[in-house]
């Protein structure tokens, strides 16, 4: 049974900053890329940050040169490192990987069950 347990979130003043822990667990073979996506009330979930199993990364325009996205690959874990963080950034932040269990050889999506990010201003 594979897990996604993110931690981390909480309630911060604009200006601060959090940093968001994703945990994979469970009998898994490989990850391969390993995302944030956020959910504001009444809007669509959207992709905040990417990382693939070598490290490149994308980002959301909205978070460029604010939030870092990483991962550590022997403890199967990203980060989301989110520095200046405006009321804006308000959301559920859900960490997303694909990755191949033990039972392999496909590839599957797994996601984690959500952390509450509440930037007051």
């Known amino acids: 049974q594979v897990q996604l347990v993110e931690s981390g979130g909480g309630l911060v003043q604009a200006g601060g900053s959090l940093r968001l822990s994703c945990a994979a667990s469970?009998?898994?073979?490989?990850?391969?890329?390993m995302d944030w996506y956020r959910q504001a009330p009444g809007k669509q979930r959207e992709l905040v940050a990417h990382?693939?199993?070598?490290?490149?990364?994308n980002y959301a325009d909205s978070v460029v040169g604010r939030f870092t996205i990483s991962r550590d690959n022997a403890k199967n874990t990203a980060y989301l490192q989110m520095n200046s963080l405006k009321p804006e950034d308000t959301a559920v932040y859900y960490c997303?990987?694909?990755?191949?269990?033990?039972?392999?050889?496909?590839?599957?999506?797994?996601w984690g069950q959500g952390t509450q990010v509440t930037v007051s201003s």
């Open positions: 997303h990987a694909n990755l191949i269990p033990d039972s392999g050889p496909l590839l599957y999506s797994y």
């Open positions: 469970g009998s898994i073979f490989s990850i391969n890329a």
């Open positions: 990382i693939t199993s070598s490290g490149r990364t």
